[in-house]
């Protein structure tokens, strides 16, 4: 434990770090929200006690229940936040480890909101929750407007801090398992603890580390905030040994500090059982009865406990000994659970979302929800496809053309799927508590591009629901018979409901009886004998139903949609997902003498030495003219930052030009990608680079991205290389330096304009890729090859371990299991995809100076490893035939030798590689 007076501050180095840009979204979990503070709470009387329904009269029970609430008033909080008793037994210490402490500048406040600010500053004193502060800390404040424009709410940024802190491992309660076990409770007490966070004292380390800094100095805090990284963790441990008695205070003497019973204290030697045989959720408690005298014991034992570690409830946010209870953001009855959200009525009629993060935070608030929502999955496909340059696209075309577009395309399908699911959440049914009593029974439905299922139980002849689950499929699942399909959905459901189903009898009603026949059947290969083996350690027996599904909706209660009705709606919002090969995009093409822009950019990093470097190259079309060109080394860059730098080098080189046509390239597929919205960008510090690409990319409406290799790239690599060796950049101005670049320059070869005469050029279209028929003389190289492609890639889809590698690589971890992932974890690091979705081997280079795209080698599934081997040798044999004898009918001396060299040309560029035994 460090003191305050052991601390020779100027003795601590100090790490000063400068603000950057700031979102809300992205410390959200890092910010100590302050309340306005009042210095004491209003005073309860025993009719401040909820218990019942407020407008009937209370019974002997409900009063002698209320009695023995009033004999533990020292432990009621009533309105206000004052300041509570100190808990016993949890101590609040921040471990940096051997980190030096970081002063962040205070950030600037405008003058008409300073008043307000000293104020709250000023409350927070009075009610000795925080203390002026001499610490080497500083974490910044942020003053959050409230919605009338002239309050102000009161924020602590703790991201740095929180980065250098140890986690504490903890295990946090589920709320799915928090709302089981209910189904035989009668009575129900709804529990909010006082000032949560704020009864566990601070050590003097944490003191020291969560000072904050404001225009009016620093302050540290006495009790533990909300925002720093582990107070969740500490709260739930002391509330969890309050309950269940794991430990106890040990002999000690009055004068000694506040103690931590998890470091010093002694295990409990009274052996009761637990209060309430469940878990809170923080400070938010639910007490489950099936009679009045249990309910009663139960709250008297709790009393007994939140008065021995000197927990306070608090009486305004506290129900007791009710028929029904709001319960995180539930309301918990006898009769099952409903879906309660705080701002219902702001979440029905709140608009179509216009960025990526309010629609994120829309299906967020949703998401909690789902096992509500039926098909929540199906619905919200559409909505999770969305990516921030589509809501970029749509406000710029908006902007263009006014309202008119709106609802248009793709945006059709997604704000129909949005409406719905307003709907959805605003007729959300009761859910049953699973009845252990009861059989369980499965309803499976599968669709062409999305399976769902749900636990029902029978009451009175009718099947109510107990909980929905559902999901969208996965590219290699749309080719899967509606059978399989099925088997996808009873495999989902018997995942979320594993516990509550698990040693029990299920009934699975269906419309296929090849459901059943798979359950019984032995030597199954491939797939279905992987799903049977799943299916084995269960025991079910599937009911087909001989009028199909009329006689399953016949006995279903009416908050169950007929299937007939769903299939009618999915056309409506039916995502981009198809089973059939797709043309892949074509690059992009210029016309003859058609003016332009090309940019071009490159990046580069050293691990070792910490640095990189990277370049962009502005190049003028028809002529192929550089209009401008430079490079810049920064230190502490990644690779992909450099890639990312390079493309905003580009916009910074664009800034003063003509608004026309713009065809951006590069090397990198991440970024590429990333911003053509075709993958998510996760990393954080790609993410603010990524958001400031696209703020520029919307001055610049007829764009288009190219990515290429890195041979294609020669001008904008030879600059970053040079960059790179010299750590420094430079803009090239110099005519013979620019004729270099021109002399390297390829793109030429990959934007050539349109000939006459030439078939129009192929676009993305969605039509199958079928045989289709064409004179030879028609059959152009450019589509012989996507098809070409397309195959491999859909022969790739097929070998499971090629789809597992592909999956890890895309970052879709959560559709993997463990070993799946600790085997695609091993290879992921020598494994690329491209832009048309093919897997490639790329070794990591032995040396500094080779070109890892040199040694990439493009995999060929095990399907297609014959007819490989059958063209090479067949290009072989004419080659060897050609050995010995001239080209005929050619004057040349163009002999067999060239051919040779021809043959190793057409193959230079396609190198593969065969899947090695640990991928198999």
């Known amino acids: 434990m460090l003191n305050t007076e052991d601390v020779e501050i100027a003795e601590i180095p100090v790490y000063h770090h400068e603000s950057g840009d700031l ?27 909820q218990i019942g329904d407020p407008d009937v009269p209370l019974t002997t029970d409900q009063q002698r229940l209320r009695s023995l609430i009033w004999k533990s008033r020292h432990l009621l909080m009533g309105k206000g936040n004052a300041l509570p008793p100190a808990a016993r037994g949890a101590i609040c210490d921040i471990d940096v480890g051997g980190a030096a402490p970081i002063v962040q500048r205070v950030r600037p406040v405008a003058p008409k909101y300073r008043e307000k600010l000293s ?83 601070m050590t003097e380390r944490a003191k020291l580390i969560s000072a904050f800094v404001t225009p009016f100095g620093l302050f540290e805090w006495l009790r533990m905030p909300f925002g720093l990284k582990n107070a969740p963790q500490i709260y739930q441990r002391l509330v969890d040994n309050a309950l269940y008695g794991y430990l106890k205070i040990g ?40 009679s009045w005298g249990s309910l009663y014991t139960k709250v008297e034992r709790l009393l007994e406990a939140c008065d021995k570690w000197n927990l306070s409830i608090s009486l305004t946010k506290s129900f007791w000994g009710c028929r029904k209870v709001d319960y995180l953001g539930h309301r918990v009855s006898m009769d099952g659970l ?66 008119e577009c709106s609802n248009e395309g793709r945006w059709t399908e997604a704000k129909v799927a949005f409406t719905m699911l307003k709907a959805k959440i605003a007729t959300a049914p009761m859910l049953k508590h699973f009845d252990p009593d009861r059989s369980p029974v499965i309803v499976v439905y599968a669709s062409k591009w999305a399976v769902s299922a749900a636990l029902i139980q029978e009451y009175d002849g009718v099947y109510h629901p107990v909980t929905f689950t559902s999901r969208t499929l996965k590219p290699n699942e749309l080719n899967y018979g509606m059978v399989e399909k099925e088997v996808l959905a009873l495999l989902r459901v018997l995942d979320v409901c ?74 409506a919002i039916s995502p981009r997902k198809d089973c059939r090969l797709k043309i892949s995009m074509s690059p992009p093409t210029v016309e003859t003498d058609e003016e332009l822009l090309v940019a071009s950019f490159d990046g580069s990093a050293r691990i070792k030495k910490k640095g990189g470097s990277f370049s962009a190259v502005i190049w003028k079309l028809p002529e192929w003219t550089i209009v401008a060109a430079e490079s810049r080394y920064v230190h502490d860059l990644t690779v992909n930052e450099a890639e990312y730098n390079g493309l905003l080098l580009c916009f910074e080189l664009l800034a003063d030009l003509d608004r026309g046509r713009v065809i951006l390239c590069g ?123 397309q195959r491999i890639v859909q022969a790739q889809d097929e070998e499971r371990w090629i789809v597992n590698l592909k ?39 032995k040396r500094e100076s080779e070109d890892r795209d040199g040694l990439m080698r493009l995999v060929i599934p095990e399907t297609l490893q014959q007819d490989f081997c059958i063209t090479i040798t067949r290009v072989w044999k004419e080659a060897i035939r050609v050995l010995a004898e001239p080209i005929r009918g050619s004057d040349s001396d163009f002999i067999g030798e060239d051919c040779f060299g021809a043959f190793n040309d057409m193959w230079a560029n396609v190198p593969t590689v065969r899947p090695g035994k640990e991928t198999r």
């Not at 299991?817 to 070794?843: G, Q, R």
Request: charged share 25%.
């Open 251 to 290: 002999q000690r003497s009055a004068s000694d500090g506040p103690i931590d019973v998890f470091k010093d204290g002694e295990p409990e030697t009274d052996r009761r059982p637990s209060i309430l045989g469940r878990r809170s959720y923080i400070d938010d408690i639910l007490i489950p009865a099936t």
């Open 338 to 403: 409903e879906a309660q959200p705080k701002n219902l009525e702001s979440l029905v009629n709140i608009p179509f979302p216009s960025t990526l993060r309010a629609m994120q935070s829309f299906l967020g608030s949703l998401n909690y929800y789902r096992r509500f929502i039926e098909d929540f999955a199906v619905y919200a496909a559409v909505l999770y496809e969305l990516r921030e340059s589509d809501f970029f696209e749509i406000g710029r075309s908006q902007l263009a053309a006014g309202d």
């Open 119 to 201: 104020d709250l500053i000023k409350g927070l004193l009075a009610a000795k929750i925080v203390q002026p502060s001499t610490s080497p800390w500083a974490s910044p404040i942020v003053v959050i407007i409230k919605k009338n424009g002239v309050d102000i709410r009161l924020c602590i940024d703790y991201r740095r801090a929180n980065q250098l802190t140890r986690l504490m491992v903890y295990p946090m309660p589920l709320i799915s398992d928090l709302l089981e076990d209910l189904d035989k409770a009668l009575w129900y007490c709804s529990l909010d603890m006082a000032s949560g966070f704020w009864v566990v004292e």
């Open 667 to 789: 090397d990198s597929s991440l970024v590429i990608r990333q911003m053509r919205g075709e993958i998510d960008c996760k990393a954080p510090g790609l993410q603010l680079l990524r958001h400031k690409a696209l703020e520029k990319l919307q001055s610049w409406p007829s764009h288009e991205f190219l990515h290429m290799k890195r041979e294609w790239n020669q001008s904008a690599d030879r600059l970053a290389s040079t960059a790179l060796q010299s750590e420094k950049g430079r803009t090239v101005v110099a005519e013979e330096d620019r004729q270099d670049l021109m002399t390297l320059n390829r793109l030429g070869e990959l934007l050539k304009p349109k000939q006459d005469g030439q078939l129009a050029r192929v676009t993305a279209i969605s039509r199958s890729a079928r045989r289709i028929r064409h004179e030879p003389e028609v059959i152009q190289e450019e589509i012989v090859q996507r098809i070409r492609i």
């Open 498 to 571: 594993y516990t509550t189903l698990a040693s029990r009898e299920i009934t699975v009603l269906t419309r296929h009886s090849t459901l059943a026949w798979l359950m019984q059947s032995r030597g199954l290969n491939g797939r279905l004998g992987r799903w049977a083996a799943l299916l084995s350690n269960w025991t079910m027996e599937v009911k087909k139903c001989e009028r199909g599904e009329e006689e399953i909706l016949g006995m279903l209660a009416a908050s169950i949609t007929p299937r007939g009705e769903v299939e009618e709606m999915l056309i």
């Open 807 to 845: 999956t890890y690589l895309s970052g879709d971890v959560l559709n993997l299991d463990a070993v799946e992932v600790k085997m695609c974890a091993k290879l992921a690091p020598e494994y690329e995809i491209d832009e048309n979705n093919l897997l490639f081997f790329c070794p990591m280079a």
């Open 23 to 49: 979102f809300a979204e992205d410390i959200e979990q890092h910010m100590a929200v302050l309340p306005e503070m009042s210095a004491t709470t209003e005073e309860v009387t025993i009719e401040d006690i």
